[in-house]
């Protein structure tokens, strides 16, 4: 048995270490590296190089083999969407639900990534689509939350369907709603609307998803958080309110919206260098005069 094993140890030294562009020693499968993929097999399940892949793992290459973060062939192809890599991996046994140092998981990086079949092929497979980040800035984000944060809407669509939870907060208190309504990801936005997201969750900031889509001048999401119950006169850590954010880039539309949903048009900034500024200070300062109409004519001075 010592003798057996002798070489597949030596193999997996020589895998570990090497960084040409040969081949590994004793095998036609090459042996390519970079600084971020410090493997062949972590190399080739990037660049979707499933006849390499092959060729490593039929030479006795752990398929579940990680780098010093603790990343895997698996997370290397899921992110860039090789679905032919991962189909590999997963039928060698690579485990679908490992995950880096700080949690990160092939479904997150697939979800992050926009790449819907590998997605739905790592569900099927057993995913966790409510693993969660254990460590770094966004503990407790989720696939979801990168996917909704991106706008890969058909992903949203998927892992909703898969039982993620449309409300889950990372760390920051940021959601799949605020992260899409955030980044002007309107039809992700739209689509988590629909599904149930709580409209009137904030980030650690405070910040909303109504305050968010009235500063990107997003018409229809803001009426459909509206009609959803979002709380018109919800305020940041800083007072800030979704009508200020309208009124700063002056978004005609929105502001006449809020102020007939009943945004109060004389609330002020309550902190920071700021503090006591109001819409119409900002319709002003950012001199868009049918604002500064629109705010006049509903009482504000």
Known sequence: ??????????????????????????????????????????????????????????????????????????????????????????????????????????????????????????????ANVNAALTGGKTAGGTALMWAAGRGHTDIVRLLIEKGANVNAADSNGATALTSAALGGRSDTTRLLIEQGANVNMANKSGATALMAASLNGDADIVRRLIDKGANVNATDNNGLTALMAAAMRGHADIARLLIKSGANVGAAVTKGKLAGATALDAARDGKHDEVVQILRAAGAK
Do not use: W
């Not at 290459?61 to 990680?66: D, E, I, L, M």
């Open 1 to 126: 048995m010592k003798k057996a094993l002798f070489p597949a140890l030596v193999l997996s030294a020589l895998l570990t270490a090497c960084a040409t562009n040969g081949t590994v020693q004793g095998t036609s499968c090459s042996a390519k590296t970079d600084k971020l993929a410090s493997t062949p097999l972590l190399y080739s399940a990037r660049e979707g190089d499933v006849g390499n892949v092959r060729c490593l793992l039929d030479a006795g290459v752990n398929a579940n083999a990680a780098d010093g973060d603790g990343s895997t062939a698996l997370m290397f192809a899921a992110a860039q969407g090789h679905t032919a890599v991962v189909q590999t991996l997963l039928d060698q046994g690579a485990q679908v639900g490992a995950a880096d140092k700080n949690g990160y998981t092939a479904l997150m990086t697939a979800a992050g990534g926009g790449n819907t079949d590998v997605a739905r092929l790592l569900i099927e497979r057993g």
